[in-house]
């Protein structure tokens, strides 16, 4: 699983209701709270807080949502209502917090689902050296696809298309569904451009 930046934001009515929150949390939990911590078990999850909110640090969106019940048993212990709960990633980017959905990484999304996102194309000067390279790239745990002399080997991310495109003198696309996606039912993948 990905390992990122996560949060739960816990704002409450006063200053004074995070403070006691945040000393439950670092001490001994309530008895509904124990139980639902076993799901975090050997998880040390970083807490803080600002004025009247506390925040629950993760590096897994998953851990995050498995302290949030452990946060309001402790909050029902200590007869708080929160003003809002929230589950927040940070964007590195903008370098700001958000609890909007993350947007999904095509390239992972597409190696789950068994394709390759970055294509590296390869028009060899024969048929010969076109089963060769096909060959030579397989060995080295490519997927391959040769049609006559054109050659086109999958890649995990666009660095290491333009790593192999440099070394095998081919051209780098985006490939798996993102060719599909931007040309409906087209199975053609285009050497040397269109027109003239």
Known sequence: MARDDWRLR????EEGHAT??????GLDLGSEARELAQELEARRLAVSNDADTVFVYAPTRE???????VVEAELKELGLQPREIRIEHWLH??????????APDTEEELLQHGYAPWEVRVECDSLEAAHELAD???QEGYG?????RYV???????DEAKELAARVHGEVEPGGELVYEVMPQNPFAIFGGLGG
């Open 10 to 13: 816990v704002e409450l009515e």
């Open 20 to 25: 006691d929150l945040l000393a439950r949390l």
């Open 63 to 69: 851990e995050v949502r498995r302290a949030r019940p």
């Open 93 to 102: 980017d903008e370098e700001r917090w958000t609890d909007e959905p993350p």
């Open 136 to 138: 030579q790239l397989e």
């Open 144 to 148: 391959v696809v040769r049609s006559f």
């Open 152 to 158: 086109i080997a999958g890649t995990s991310s666009e």
